[in-house]
């Protein structure tokens, strides 16, 4: 079974350019998060989605962040500007549903903006 | 709101050794658990999961358990080896949403 892939795996940009993360979950999962992690730290939920629709992006900030799902399948989250306190590395994780079940990960984007 | 704690920060032991490390969380209130491994510069593996009305879950070398009132999981890891090495993450899945990450133990296995 294919897991979670994202791309790229990695990205360096300026500050104030914009940058945009693809995610594709293991098929047949409903739910897809993305999360930010800064280096030392646990990850931090931005978004998440059941389908195509956000249930939860409470945590996005949303003068600088966006994602979407549009078919309910694929995801893209993109920063613009960018700041330097955006270097992280940003997860995208599915599972088949939000409550007892599994959460699977990507491998990351690792972002460093200079 | 749900914090999550996990002590140590880091850890080194000696290959061989059994060793235990901790995820404490504030509220007890959470559909299930889980822990994950994370390998410098990598994803998040999914170690074991488990849901509100288990105690423990097994897989290999580990042992997780969780007792629900205290509001504490532990993870066992058993004669430990030098590829065990890497950052263990517990997160809670507080409300059928989000997980909680804690922010992980940082183990070195020495050969």
């Known amino acids: 079974e294919a897991g979670v892939a994202q791309s790229p795996r990695y990205k360096i940009i300026e500050k104030r350019q914009s940058v945009a993360f693809w995610c594709n979950p293991i098929?047949?999962?409903?739910?897809l998060y993305w999360y930010q992690q800064i280096l030392g730290q646990g990850p931090k939920l931005l978004i998440q989605f059941q389908n195509n629709g956000v249930v939860d992006d409470s945590q996005l900030p949303k003068d600088r962040f966006s994602a979407e799902r549009l078919k309910g399948v694929d995801s893209t989250l993109k920063i613009q500007p960018a700041k330097l306190e955006d270097s992280a590395v940003y997860l995208c994780a599915s599972s088949v549903g939000q409550l007892n079940t599994e959460a699977f990960f990507g491998q990351g984007t690792r972002l460093t903006v200079v | 709101k749900q914090e999550v704690t996990q002590i140590p920060a880091a850890l080194s032991v000696p290959e061989g050794e059994n060793l235990v490390l901790n995820c404490s969380f504030t509220d007890s209130a959470i559909y299930n658990l889980q822990w994950f491994r994370q390998d410098p510069g990598k994803g998040l593996t999914s170690l074991l999961l488990?849901?509100?009305?288990?105690r423990e879950q097994t897989s290999g070398r580990l042992n997780a358990s969780l007792d629900k009132s205290s509001g504490r999981s532990t993870l066992y890891i058993a004669a430990s080896q030098p590829g065990d090495s890497a950052t263990y993450l517990c997160?809670?899945?507080?409300?059928?949403?989000?997980?909680?990450f804690g922010s992980g133990t940082q183990l070195t296995v020495l050969p």
């Open positions: 098929s047949g999962h409903a739910t």
């Open positions: 488990i849901q509100s009305s288990q």
């Open positions: 997160a809670v899945r507080p409300r059928p949403r989000q997980l909680t």
